[in-house]
């Protein structure tokens, strides 16, 4: 099968995860770039990463890298493209196009520009064109420029891939799939000690958890991918990498138990453990944080405390002095890894973080902290304030295959 040039694209801090989970499945020559990882790969590798790479909002197959100082160059370089080998004329397509330190700077231009391109090439060949529609695209074409250098390349993903298909119910700030599913792989955890979140909303964090222990491809749920609709795409190829990810599904080992002291919330979170078929393997209860008991000696804890403009800074300090003092009360012996952007409340917690890495959670910065809860945690005077010093992330290490 030809190989491609591809780039995965996730979010600030996941660059690590990804190139892992990308090294795991065969992709070569990984170079890690701002906020993705490009590699090489064939047809079935894209397919492949689709399904199961956890850490990727998109996996891109360039197609044409060219430079371009102004928009005649652009004009002729895509109309050069051979688009016949791309796009059935009775296909729709849609263009998005990102710009950055470059000549061009006007990114609706450069794709109103791009599709004449495209539909003077088949104009050309005395072909009927295809048609930009973005309700029902078939064909995601996206046009990265930097620095003058235009990649033209075909989104395999088309809706971003964090829509994993089993959230059908939202409460208040859900985490992103992607960002829960790298934190869980950037806390070491392997599924093999009991796992907590005590703050579940929606249930985000605990689903991709049992999906990652349970070995459930991230795509399971997910009803289609934009390469089913490529010229190349090989039904064949592709049902073959879901029968064999699918067989090895296995049973959860530990207990995951996500909890929340919203009824709302926790009504949302059973309604996407039912539609992911996890309910039976996440137990899930309404309590409050400070009501909630380890069931083991060992375990962690991984979770997204509020935060936002609805709250005051004065709710935020109580929220993370109260959280130091549970878990320092109640969790001897876990782990506890919290995502916060409330930088200045986090060291409310009064406690060291072991481990520190950071990410982005939306548009805002966020810290992924660790803390290890032990005996002399407790004596930790309550409320403490610690100074949390500005540090590089720790290095992701690779997990661990199977
Ligand atoms: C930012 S949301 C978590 C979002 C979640 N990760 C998701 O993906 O939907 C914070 C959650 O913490 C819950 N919460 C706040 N304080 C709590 C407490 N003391 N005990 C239990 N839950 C609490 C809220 O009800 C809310 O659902």
């Not at 119910?169 to 955890?189: H, R, T």
């Not at 919203?262 to 309590?287: F, P, R, W, Y």
């Not at 060992?298 to 300090?317: C, V």
Request: proline share 2%.
């Amino acid at each position: 099968m030809t190989e491609y040039t591809c780039v995965a694209k996730t979010f600030t801090g996941l660059e690590d995860v990804l190139y892992s989970e990308l090294k795991d499945l065969g992709a070569k020559d990984l170079e890690k770039i701002k906020r993705g990882v490009k590699f090489k790969g064939d047809n079935e590798l894209i397919f492949k990463a689709n399904y199961l790479v956890r850490t990727a909002l998109r996996i891109m197959k360039n197609i044409a890298v060219f430079e371009v100082t102004d928009e005649e160059s652009l004009y002729e370089n895509i109309k050069k493209i051979e688009w016949t080998d791309y796009l059935y004329k009775n296909q729709t397509f849609v263009i998005n196009t990102d710009i950055f330190h470059s000549d061009l700077t006007n990114s609706a231009y450069v794709t109103l520009k791009a599709k004449d391109a495209i539909a003077d090439h088949y104009r050309a060949k005395k072909l009927t064109r295809p048609s930009v529609n973005k309700e029902n695209t078939d064909i995601y074409i996206n046009i990265h420029i930097s620095h003058n250098i235009c990649t033209v390349s075909l989104d395999s993903s088309g809706e971003s891939l964090h829509k994993r298909g089993y959230k059908i119910a939202a409460d208040k700030a859900p985490i992103n799939e992607v960002l829960a599913a790298g934190m869980i792989q950037l806390s070491g955890w392997k599924g093999d000690i009991d796992f907590y979140d005590p703050m579940c909303g929606s249930g985000t964090i605990p689903i991709e958890a049992a999906m990652f222990a349970m070995d459930i491809p991230a795509g399971y749920y997910r009803k289609s991918f934009a390469f089913e609709k490529w010229l190349d795409y090989d039904d064949e190829v592709w049902q073959k990498i879901k029968a064999e990810a699918d067989e090895k599904l296995k049973d959860l080992e530990v207990n995951i138990i996500a909890s929340d002291r919203s009824e709302k919330a926790v009504q949302i979170a059973m309604k996407n453990l039912k539609h992911a078929g996890l309910h039976k393997d996440i137990e899930l209860v309404k309590t409050y944080f400070d009501r909630l008991k380890p069931k083991s000696e060992k375990g962690i804890l991984i979770f997204n405390p509020p935060y936002g403009m609805r709250l005051s800074e004065k709710d935020i300090i109580k929220t993370y002095k109260e959280i130091g003092n549970v878990l320092k009360r109640n969790w001897t012996g876990h782990k506890a890894w919290i995502i916060t952007s409330e930088l200045k409340a986090a060291k409310f917690i009064g406690l060291h973080p072991s481990k520190r890495f950071k990410l982005n959670n939306g548009p805002k910065e966020a810290d992924f902290l660790c803390f290890d809860i032990y005996e002399g945690s407790k004596k930790a005077k309550s409320g403490k304030v610690f100074r949390l010093e500005k540090k590089k992330n720790t290095t992701f290490k690779k997990k661990k295959q199977s």
